[in-house]
């Protein structure tokens, strides 16, 4: 609180207390008092003004500067309602009780919000779980009746269970609420899950997969894991040539981490889209071509990555492949933040 400002704010009060001394002093004056007594009279209201003025002063500058102390240090600001202490001066006290109330409609309002988060996070997961039943009944069809038409009717359904996958985990991953464990598990065992979902698509499109150096102890959430691999195994046999494609996923490491790369000889990714290609929404050039990617997936990747406290990240060279590689911290020290 500025000193200037706090005489400006004042500044109406002084010209009344000088009108005042000034009526003061005149009627003093005519009734014969004698200018010593004027004086001390003066000296006095005065004397008064000024204290009052500079105790007001005082009390106010010292709990403003600890408020803005206690609003720096805090790294939640909004939580400043909750801490900062009662002003004894009154329009302090106004703009105190104020807050309180606003603060309470906040809270009031982001706890509807979240209720509102549950129940739609909620609806998405029976619906996922609904919808998923007559298209297990569809895939068990066609198994049982294969041919070219039937094969065509499965890879669709693959993509719809694909979209599917990405609507659960974006409900889940835009959650209030923490929906996953970070736990030690085998990297081998998630990688093969995934690799089975697709293996019609391996087989039919002749598209190799080479496994190397697996047998790896990882720590993160099994499922958001797998919704990851997956939706990059997707991506890797959708710009992947058939017959000559070929898809390798090995890992590498470097002290306290360990890297698993899934590697494609697709179509690669332009070096103008590869920063953007985790960005919410963004298709690119390949995605131009492909009318029907929507953007989601690498972008749902990065952000449950995010969640898991793994790093990843792509390189690429177009027309010869793309490669994603992700992260896993080799302690479990990072556990505590789950």
Not at 9 to 35: D, R
Not at 286 to 305: Q, S, V
Request: proline residues 3%; contains cysteine; neutral net charge.
């Amino acid at each position: 609180m500025k000193t200037s400002a706090y005489i400006k704010e004042k500044l109406y009060l002084i010209c009344i207390a000088f009108l005042t001394s000034c009526i003061t002093i005149l009627f003093l004056s005519a009734i014969n008092v004698n200018h010593e007594m004027i004086l001390v009279v003066s000296f006095l209201f005065w004397g008064m003004v000024l204290a009052i003025l500079i105790i007001e002063y005082l009390r106010r500058v010292g709990y403003y500067r600890r408020l803005q102390e206690t609003l720096t240090q805090l790294d939640k600001k909004y939580l400043i309602t909750e801490i900062m202490e009662e002003p004894l001066f009154m329009d302090g006290r106004i703009m105190y009780d104020t807050l309180k109330i606003v603060d309470k409609s906040m809270n009031d309002y982001v706890n509807s919000y979240k209720i509102t988060q549950k129940e739609y996070k909620e609806y998405v997961e029976m619906w996922v779980h609904e919808i998923k039943t007559p298209l297990a009944a569809a895939k068990l069809i066609i198994s049982n009746n294969p041919n070219e038409v039937t094969h065509s009717i499965y890879e669709e359904i693959e993509k719809v269970e694909t979209y599917v996958d990405q609507a659960l985990f974006y409900a889940r991953s835009t959650s209030v609420e923490k929906d996953y464990a970070i736990k030690e598990m085998q990297l081998a065992p998630t990688i093969s899950k995934v690799i089975r979902k697709h293996s019609k698509t391996f087989i039919y499109e002749k598209i190799k997969i080479t496994l190397t150096d697996l047998d790896k102890t990882i720590y993160s959430d099994s499922k958001w894991l797998e919704f990851i691999f997956d939706q990059i195994i997707t991506n890797a046999l959708k710009y992947t040539p058939s017959q000559s494609g070929e898809i390798k996923i090995y890992t590498s490491e470097e002290p306290q981490m360990t890297y698993v790369h899934i590697q494609d000889n697709g179509i690669g990714i332009p070096a103008t889209d590869l920063p953007r290609i985790f960005d919410r929404g963004f298709t690119g050039n390949n995605g131009r071509k492909n009318e029907k990617a929507t953007g989601m997936g690498l972008y749902l990747c990065k952000t449950l990555c995010d969640k898991l406290y793994l790093k990843i990240s792509a390189s690429s060279v177009p027309s010869k492949g793309t490669t994603i590689t992700i992260g896993f911290p080799a302690s479990d020290m990072y556990r505590m933040h789950s």
